[in-house]
């Protein structure tokens, strides 16, 4: 099973400045790599897949990178709406997929 | 426009079993594969199972197999997740997904979503 970790697991940021959130995979994953975004009693929102490019309506705020095992979130210029959870999922060892623990990013 | 709603969760005892529906609109179904996630309460987010678009394939997370079964009925648009000797732990809101890649020709991520549908296990 590949283990993905994210880092930090709470990470306080003010509006207006950049947040980078960061995701590791115990093995290469490739670029298949996607970033969800989740509210308080919401689904889960896909907003980046293949590590860097960006879902359908995705502001371009946000921007992923990395390949491999190191991935990075970067969240440009926070909006009072991005304050939510992260989750990385990796779907190079598809048909098994494997989501991190998440990264709560809340407003400083 | 493209819709997922999920139904069927409710409390059920230990070691009973309960039927998960997922209802699909506004995309052609019979044409992606579909995932069921799940969210214990508090916590993060867990892969369940997946089966191809046709039916062909269904795969499961080790914490599910030999108890869940995924299935699928394109002529009705609906994915389902049967569940059986629940414990405890499988309490959860559980959501069902769609699979981004059309036919799955390559791996892909999880493009729509449900609103979910919580289980409780609990005597």
């Known amino acids: 099973e590949i283990v993905m970790t994210q880092s930090p697991a709470t990470l306080s940021v003010s509006p207006g400045e950049r947040a980078t959130l960061s995701c590791r995979a115990s093995?290469?994953?490739?670029?298949?790599l996607a970033w969800y975004q989740q509210k308080p009693g919401q689904a889960p929102r896909l907003l980046i897949y293949?590590?860097?490019t960006r879902a359908t309506g995705i502001p371009a705020r946000f921007s992923g990178s990395g390949s491999g095992t190191e991935f990075t979130l970067t969240i440009s210029s926070l909006q009072s709406e991005d304050f939510a959870v992260y989750y990385c999922?990796?779907?190079?060892?598809?048909?098994?997929?494997?989501f991190g623990q998440g990264t709560k990013l809340e407003i400083k | 426009q493209v819709q997922l709603v999920e139904s069927g969760g409710g409390v059920v005892q230990p070691g009973r079993s309960l039927r998960l529906s997922c209802a699909a609109s506004g995309f052609t179904f019979s044409s992606y594969g579909m995932h069921w996630v799940r969210q214990a309460p508090g916590k993060g987010l867990e892969w369940v199972a997946v089966i191809w678009y046709d039916g062909s394939n269904k795969y499961y997370a080790d914490s599910v197999k030999g108890r869940f079964t995924i299935s699928r009925d394109n002529s009705k648009n609906t994915l389902y997740l049967q569940m059986n000797s629940l414990r405890a732990e499988d309490t959860a809101v559980y959501y069902c997904?769609?699979?981004?890649?059309?036919?799955?020709?390559?791996?892909?991520?999880?493009?729509?979503w449900g609103q979910g549908t919580m289980v409780t296990v609990s005597s």
């Open positions: 093995q290469s994953v490739s670029s298949n």
């Open positions: 999922q990796q779907y190079n060892n598809w048909p098994l997929y494997t």
């Open positions: 997904a769609r699979d981004a890649t059309i036919f799955g020709v390559v791996p892909g991520a999880f493009d729509i």
């Open positions: 293949g590590a860097s």
